[in-house]
């Protein structure tokens, strides 16, 4: 194939990288279209990175112009725009989550399922972080032994006015969700939801942290500290414990600088796109290269992403309960 004609729906902040990405840093793709409900932010992007205006999302992911779709809507347009890429048969990356529910999710996995051919991929991005791949690694190379027990903390400095507690699970932890699903390579079979002590400096209501457990179908642990108003800076730390060691990664240990009086100390990522840029871009280019190659998806698939939606149902169920609930999976479609 030629080069990728790649329509963007979507240039908030991730879309707006992501257009940024296609253009400066991926081989093989070409930036062709851009939409957006806010049109003075599209245009303005248009004209910057050459790409042409389209009001409406749907005639952009129709368009002849258009090989290849990122979907950077909010989550609950996904819908509606999953089953038109299906319709035109176009490939499309996905950011989480797939949808807002678990049962228009599994439609999205029915109905790619019935058309034969694979199209979406979800932006699970840690999938492709270097960190994340060493872990991953270590695990399936029977370094650690079997692996027993896993402890992470995700912890940001601020989120954006309107987030509340139920989001702390699906628009959070639902990246624990599936980093668990990824490294321990099983599914999520019940979580519970913890409330601590809130922090004074959340907003009103917003439950913050929050303390998710997790067990998985074979009996391993997975606890999670998720804490999204911390004022500090973007941490995200996993630490696998196996019958034969454990490792951890997530620690920022870049430069580490010693200084008069008796100090020492180094920086702290401030945000996502910092920590998480090179997964970005191994992720963008990878999935074009498939999608040029015929293949289509090159990570996580519509399945990965209902099962995510499926686990963060129970944990918002939890959440409001305070008892382990059990997660329900429908029966699996494919074989991906
Ligand atoms: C945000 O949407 C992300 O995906 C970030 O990776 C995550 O750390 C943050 O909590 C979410 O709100």
């Keep these: 194939m030629n080069e990728l004609r790649v329509g963007i729906v979507g240039v ?32 303005d992007l248009g004209s910057r990175l050459d790409a042409r205006v389209v009001a409406d999302p749907l005639e952009l992911i129709a368009s002849n112009e258009v090989d290849a779709v990122i979907l950077a809507s909010p989550g609950f347009a996904h819908a509606e725009q999953l089953f038109a890429c299906l319709e035109h048969g176009k490939p499309v990356l996905c950011e989480k989550p797939l949808t807002t529910d678990s049962t228009s999710s599994l439609e999205v996995v029915r109905q790619e399922a019935a058309l034969g051919t694979p199209l979406i991929q979800v932006g699970f991005m840690r999938r492709f972080d270097p960190e994340y ?5 270590l695990i399936d190379g029977g370094e650690l032994g079997q692996p027993l027990v896993m402890h992470c903390a995700h912890r940001n400095p601020t989120v954006p006015p309107g987030f509340d507690s139920a989001m702390v699970i699906k628009d959070s932890l639902v990246h624990e969700v599936d980093v668990t699903r990824f490294l321990l390579g099983e599914e999520i079979a019940s979580v519970q939801i913890i409330k601590p002590m809130s922090n004074r400096d959340a907003p009103r209501g917003l439950q913050d942290p929050q303390i998710a457990i997790f067990q998985t179908v074979s009996g391993r642990h997975v606890d999670v500290e998720v804490f999204v108003t911390t004022g500090v800076a973007y941490e995200v730390r996993t630490e696998v414990v196996g019958e034969l060691g454990s490792a951890t990664i997530g620690l920022d240990i870049g430069l580490v600088r010693k200084s008069a009086p008796g100090t020492w100390g180094g920086r702290i990522t401030p945000g996502f796109r910092e920590r998480f840029g090179t997964a970005y871009d191994i992720e963008i280019q990878r999935w074009v290269d498939a999608v040029r190659s015929g293949v289509n998806v090159d990570g996580p698939t519509a399945w990965d992403g209902y099962a995510a939606a499926a686990v963060c149902e129970a944990g918002v169920r939890s959440l409001e309960t305070g008892e382990r609930v059990d997660v ?9």
């Design 133 to 137: 791949q060493q872990l991953k690694a």
């Design 328 to 336: 329900e999976l429908a029966e699996r479609v494919g074989t991906r």
């Design 12 to 43: 908030g902040v991730m879309g707006a990288d992501h257009a940024e990405r296609i253009v400066r840093k991926t081989a093989g793709a070409r930036l062709v279209a851009v939409s957006d409900p806010d049109l003075a932010r599209a245009e």
